[in-house]
């Protein structure tokens, strides 16, 4: 009896403390400086939709191309190693230097290579956004160890425990393909008559091709080197972990983009390190567009081979006006049902698409959720408040998880995007979103039930230390009783 009434007491206790977190958060989350002190301190859990290159900050990127004293032109900002021939409008860092100029250029280049100080009548958001990774390539893979090694520390001082990041592509030149015009026109014929018995004929023959052809190799290569990078940087620690995505570029031709993602999906399949497979590029592309269904049919395909790789996809991150209306209709069904989606990145256009309450259903039953990046969807797509679908997901019960996206170009961080869903949804109660922070755990890819578990615990343990010290901070601030 005894035992009974000390438990029951301890249940009572632990409502009055929850009821008073919940108050405070109510109370603070009106004042953005207040709220943003609170979710600062909050366990964050991790991010799942992750792009390494983009969310390293443009500072790293500078301070390496001017380090190395590379060459810039001066009107297009474009960086290179070595001088082209001919023009005359490039010039060394330290050039600039000498002329005092180079901190005006510096500033130049944080304009071009992420969206500081953006003016919405300079230049389109959604090409800002997307072209930089184009400009900073120059120094992206250059500083890989340094990249990993600032965004794991950024990480950890905000309280994020988890990373699954989609690090780089993998090398696949040195597979060829025979007469890959004729392959190509073949696989776009194929999928858009919808002859899936003759597609995956096809497919299972470039499939040898691609693996006989040293595919197998070009996995191991990357395992390899990643594994080994991954344990000198000694990324993994009692307080954080990393996992790494790979991805295929949807942009390529049909042929090259079969080739990119079976090596991923081998890749996949024999790294602990590598958690599964996406895709990436603007879906509004041009060939994006033309080629979206054959690569779903991809993607099917590889998961019959390799049905133990994880598969997130970015899907319906399309908004009206941007493509024609019907083309907003079908895409993230087509990536759940076709392309076997596990998780859906982005997912804007879902109140577009056909039979939309039926893909939700759908999504809340097979416990696919969704990756929501409010920043990103703001700034590219210029879709935010209540024309985002984040409270339709949530109303049918799809699980939601908070990420970045690329919060080195966007100038954001993980706490930034729970400020936001705080201030932006006040439907949201604090057991809600503190639910959020869970799901990036319990819906991560990580392949090992017992890591998880760990990662799981120690996500408790964080909420346990935050929640148990932030009132009584709050109520000394109250008082004047430090």
């Keep these: 009896m005894k035992r009974i009434i000390i438990i029951i007491l301890c249940l009572m206790a632990l ?60 009107k297009t900002l474009e960086v290179l190693s070595q001088k082209p021939d001919g023009d005359r409008g490039w010039t060394r860092f330290s050039s600039l230097e000498k002329d005092g100029l180079l901190q005006s250029y510096k500033e130049k280049l944080f304009r071009k290579w992420s969206v500081k100080d953006y003016n919405p009548s300079d230049y389109p958001s959604d090409k800002l956004f997307f072209e930089s990774f184009g400009h900073f390539n120059i120094a992206s893979r250059s500083v890989q160890d340094a990249g990993l090694a600032e965004l794991k520390k950024r990480a950890q001082a905000e309280h994020v425990s988890y990373i699954e990041t989609m690090f780089t592509g993998i090398d696949s030149k040195s597979v060829t393909l025979p007469a890959k015009e004729q392959l190509n026109e073949r696989l776009r014929r194929m999928s858009s008559r919808r002859e899936t018995g003759r597609l995956y004929l096809l497919m299972d023959s470039l499939y040898g091709v691609v693996m006989s052809g040293g595919g197998k190799s070009c996995a191991e290569v990357f395992n390899d080197s990643l594994q080994a990078r991954h344990l000198r940087l000694k990324i993994d620690d009692s307080t954080f972990t990393m996992r790494y995505m790979n991805y295929v570029t949807r942009v390529m031709e049909p042929a090259d983009v079969f080739k990119a993602m079976v090596i991923a999906f081998e890749s996949a399949s024999i790294s602990p390190l590598v958690a599964g497979v996406n895709i990436v590029a603007p879906e509004d592309h041009e060939t994006s567009m033309k080629d979206y269904l054959l690569h779903m049919q991809m993607f099917n395909y590889c998961h019959t081979l390799y049905p133990s790789v994880k598969i997130s996809l970015h899907a319906g991150e399309l908004t009206i006006g941007l493509v024609k209306p019907e083309e907003l209709t079908w895409h993230i069904g087509e990536a759940v049902h076709t392309g076997k989606a596990m998780r859906i990145g982005h997912g804007t256009a879902v109140a577009y698409e056909h039979n939309s ?23 590219i797509l210029k879709v935010k408040d209540d024309a985002h679908p984040l409270m339709l997901y949530r109303n049918f019960g799809v ?11 966007l100038r954001s961080s993980l706490t930034r995007q729970f400020v936001l869903l705080a201030r932006r949804y006040p439907e949201l109660s604090y057991r809600e979103i503190r639910s959020f922070v869970y799901n990036s755990i319990d819906y991560s890819f990580i392949s090992d039930p017992a890591l998880k578990q760990l990662i799981r615990a120690r996500l408790d343990a964080g909420f346990h230390a935050f929640e148990s010290t932030i009132i009584p901070a709050a109520q000394k601030a109250e008082t004047g009783n430090y």
Excluded: C
Aim: charged content about 20%; aromatic content about 14%; hydrophobic content about 35%.
């Design 15 to 74: 409502e009055g403390y929850s009821q008073d977190i919940h108050t405070y958060f109510e109370k603070v989350r009106t004042n953005e400086a207040e709220l943003t002190a609170f979710i600062a301190q909050m366990p964050k859990g991790g991010d799942l939709h992750h792009h390494y290159s983009g969310s390293v900050y443009a500072e790293t990127y500078i301070s390496y191309v001017v380090s190395q004293d590379y060459w810039i032109h001066r």
């Design 399 to 409: 699980p939601v998880v908070i990420a970045t996206d690329d919060a080195g170009i």
């Design 357 to 379: 309450y039926g893909l939700l259903s759908y999504m809340r039953e097979q416990r696919i959720a969704v990756e929501i990046n409010l920043s990103s969807n703001e700034f």
